[in-house]
């Protein structure tokens, strides 16, 4: 198995309903986000897939997060805006545009401080 990744980062403001304690509370994060796509398979030219159109497709999604409060999104009006959601959103806007190229898997991993991260893995194929 072959993988690429790129990383990319975005600010935005957020908070947590529930249990959470000062995260209840309006506050923000530098995020961090790493996608990696993995396949068994290199392609003539040697890669397994463009990391430049990777990375623009991964700038385009975050792009939609960066200086927003998350939760007044669309996408997290029914969805706590923890890691795993911002995870699971990044997932669900770079999938369709991953299937069908010889990919098998795809990780997507947001760290909301240098200490703490949440992951989402998707199988592509
Ligand atoms: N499973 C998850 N747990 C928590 C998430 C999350 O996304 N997934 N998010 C938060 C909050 O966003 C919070 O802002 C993070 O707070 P905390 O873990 O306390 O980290 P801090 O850096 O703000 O605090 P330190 O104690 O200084 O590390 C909470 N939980
Ligand atoms: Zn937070």
Request: aromatic share 10%; charged share 20%; with cysteine.
């Amino acid at each position: 198995m072959f993988a690429i990744g790129v990383v990319a980062q975005f600010e935005a403001a957020h908070r947590l309903r529930g249990d959470f304690g000062p995260a209840s509370r309006l506050h923000g994060h530098t995020y961090r986000v790493e996608v990696e796509v993995a396949g068994p398979q290199l392609n003539d030219d040697g890669t397994l897939f463009d990391l430049g159109l990777l990375k623009a497709w991964v700038d385009e999604a975050v792009g939609e997060l960066n200086y927003q409060n998350l939760d007044v999104l669309p996408a997290f009006a029914q969805r706590n805006s923890t890691a795993e959601e911002v995870a699971r959103f990044l997932r669900e806007t770079l999938a369709p545009r991953l299937h069908g190229k010889g990919l098998r898997m795809l990780t997507v991993r947001v760290w909301e401080s240098p200490q703490a991260y949440a992951a989402c893995q998707w199988e592509l194929l």
